[in-house]
């Protein structure tokens, strides 16, 4: 067992200060801790998006502390008339009820340089990072060897555990890849970055209705492979490294609440 606040500080150490300030300025999202719970902690559960479902598990699992990729939405929690809804009450009542203390890292567990859903993305493509983009949520990356398309989505099937939507638009052989997990669909400024910095294969989770179109008239191949299902590994990364700090002292656990989107 272990404090509440004594875990607090070293995730925030293991993460980095300087990350976790940059993230407080760019990002609405949570990127530290937004409810304070029990004081002692004997588990902490881990998982992708902070719900109800999730929630449930983790009380039955017996943790006191959840940690998120996806904190709860509260900057999207538009109140009509300044109230809650029920979906909104239900959760909230369920982790005051079970005194949880609640943190998020988005920013901060896409975009770290180790950690992060991007860079353990490109790790596991045998990739080297060169370059971030998408305003620095996303990493770009040469592969040792040129690929297929055809080849690049079999293996990304395989590390995702998830149906590749791939649009074979770009170059035949792929070597400089952008990866940024999530809901990374390209407008505006990242079609320009994406033709400037070179990048063969943009990489994310989700896909709008446009994007097979984007791709192909910008000339880039696209692979959509679930905003889920990109994002299952920072927040892993982060547990391991938890765990390795507080050994015994600490159960840590993660807690897979599929989503196919």
């Not at 925030?12 to 937004?34: R, Y």
């Not at 690049?152 to 940024?180: N, Q, W």
């Not at 191949?221 to 994002?231: L, Q, R, S």
């Amino acid at each position: 067992m272990v404090l509440r606040d004594e875990l607090i500080q070293v995730i925030h150490e293991i993460i980095g200060l300087d990350l976790l300030a940059k993230a407080n300025q760019i990002d609405v999202n949570a990127n530290g801790v937004q409810i304070h719970g029990a004081e002692k902690v004997s588990k902490i559960a881990l998982g992708v998006t902070a719900n109800l479902d999730f929630f449930e598990e983790a009380v039955s699992a017996g943790a006191e502390f959840c940690l998120f990729h996806h904190g709860l939405p509260l900057a999207h929690w538009n109140m009509y008339n300044a109230r809650l809804n029920v979906s909104q009450q239900t959760v909230l009542k369920y982790v005051f009820a079970h005194d949880l203390t609640v943190a998020g890292y988005h920013y901060s567990l896409d975009a770290h340089k180790v950690l992060g859903n991007n860079a353990t993305i490109v790790s596991r493509l045998g990739g080297k990072i060169v370059d971030s983009y998408d305003e620095g949520w996303g990493y770009i990356a040469e592969l040792t060897k040129p690929e297929s398309p055809t080849a690049l989505a079999e293996k990304c099937s395989d590390i995702f555990d998830h149906d590749i939507f791939a649009v074979y638009a770009g170059p035949t052989m792929i070597k400089r890849i952008g990866v940024c997990s999530g809901g990374s669909k390209p407008a505006g400024a990242l079609i320009h970055e994406i033709k400037a910095k070179q990048v063969d294969l943009h990489l994310s989770g989700e896909i709008g209705e446009g994007g097979p179109a984007v791709a192909k008239e910008a000339g880039f191949n696209y692979f959509a492979c679930g905003h889920y299902a990109t994002e299952v590994f920072g927040v892993q990364e982060l547990g391991k490294k938890i765990k390795e700090h507080f050994k015994n002292k600490l159960e840590v656990e993660f807690i897979d609440i599929p989503n196919i989107l």
